[in-house]
């Protein structure tokens, strides 16, 4: 079974070239795109993705509000933070939040590619949810 992915970013040139980029990765499945906060936040009820793929800086709400909202909920999603501002701020934020990691948007394909084949790895054999190998994604990254 595939890693099931909801991508939010505000731009749609970077969420085609994400999901071009995922498509060749056989155990992700990107099963929606939202472009703010607030659609992003009703795909993720509505689709249940294992993990979201999340900008930082968009419009009316950012990622961060939308990863503390999705907290709030019974089984939130994982989050994975896609970001051109790569700061130590930010970083820190993101970590607070239970990110998996902060992935800058320069970097994307060669540092995303290697977290969602773990993530789904883990998914896979049972230990998606275990502490220990999201301080080891998070150690990385964040």
């Known amino acids: 079974m595939s890693l099931r992915i909801l991508l939010v970013d505000d731009s749609h040139t970077f969420l085609n070239a994400v999901t071009q980029c995922l498509a060749m990765m056989p155990e992700a499945e990107v099963v929606g795109q939202a472009y703010d906060g607030a659609e992003a936040l009703a795909k ?3 689709m249940q993705p294992d993990l979201v793929l999340l900008d930082i ?7 961060f509000e939308v990863a503390t909202q999705m907290q709030t909920w019974p089984k939130p999603p994982r989050i ?5 501002h790569d700061s130590e701020s930010y970083r820190t ?4 939040l239970g990110a998996v990691a902060l992935v800058g948007k320069g970097n994307f394909v060669a540092d995303l590619m290697p977290i969602i ?8 054999s049972g230990h998606g949810d275990a502490p220990a190998q999201a301080a080891h994604l998070s150690g990385v990254h964040i």
């Open 117 to 124: 084949a773990r993530l789904a790895a883990d998914r896979h």
């Open 80 to 84: 994975l933070f896609l970001s051109l």
């Open 93 to 96: 934020a993101a970590l607070e």
């Open 57 to 63: 800086v968009m419009p009316h709400m950012t990622g």
């Open 44 to 46: 993720a009820q509505t």
